[in-house]
């Protein structure tokens, strides 16, 4: 079943500028994993956030967790056209299955 | 170089005629996993496998087979495919905070 849902579904900025996407989700976890994909690509690992953690940073990357809201934020800073791609939040409840993973947010970077 | 490989990448098949899409990674992970990717539905866990002769059913297993006799290779297996099994298949493996995806496997079932 979809754990996590993204938004918005696809957002357009111009180079330069921060990119915001958020993800919420519906039941309690152990933590959650943004990856991203370049068009019709394997999905790559970003960052991991703890349900007892409350912001990461990964050089451009930002991620902030607000476990009472259910919900996750991924902020890149100072966009390239090369961050163009798509961006999935993952959550892990802790089960045998591993993680569900949301629609994703779709980035274009205008250079 | 560490890496989950998938073959074949792409597929054009008919209905009825089984196949099977490779998968083995060499990172010595005992989690593996399949997802589906389609469009507006994101991925969907398929199967997946937590270590040798261990494997169980995730959202949408209808139609697919799976076996891990060995670590490293997690083939995923379509007996009958049918067109609504046309889609992106994505194999995984990994452990606990982070999962390694193959390139991606595009299947067409006419």
Known sequence: SQQGEEDPQALSIQEGENATMNCSYKTSINNLQWYRQNSGRGLVHLILIRSNEREKHSGRLRVTLDTSKKSSSLLITASRAADTASYFCATDVGGADGLTFGKGTHLIIQP | ?110
């Open chain 2, 1 to 110: 170089e560490a890496q989950v490989t998938q073959n074949p990448r792409y597929l054009i098949t008919v209905t009825g005629k089984k196949l099977t899409v490779t998968c083995s990674q060499n990172m010595n992970h005992e989690y593996m996993s399949w997802y589906r990717q389609d469009p507006g539905l994101g991925l969907r866990q398929i199967y997946y496998s937590m270590n040798v002769e261990v494997t169980d059913k995730g959202d949408v297993p209808e139609g697919y087979k799976v076996s891990r006799k060995e670590k490293r290779n997690f083939p995923l297996i379509l007996e009958s495919p049918s067109p609504n099994q046309t889609s992106l298949y994505f194999c995984a493996s990994g452990v606990v905070g982070e999962l390694f995806f193959g390139e991606g496997s595009r299947l067409t079932v006419l």
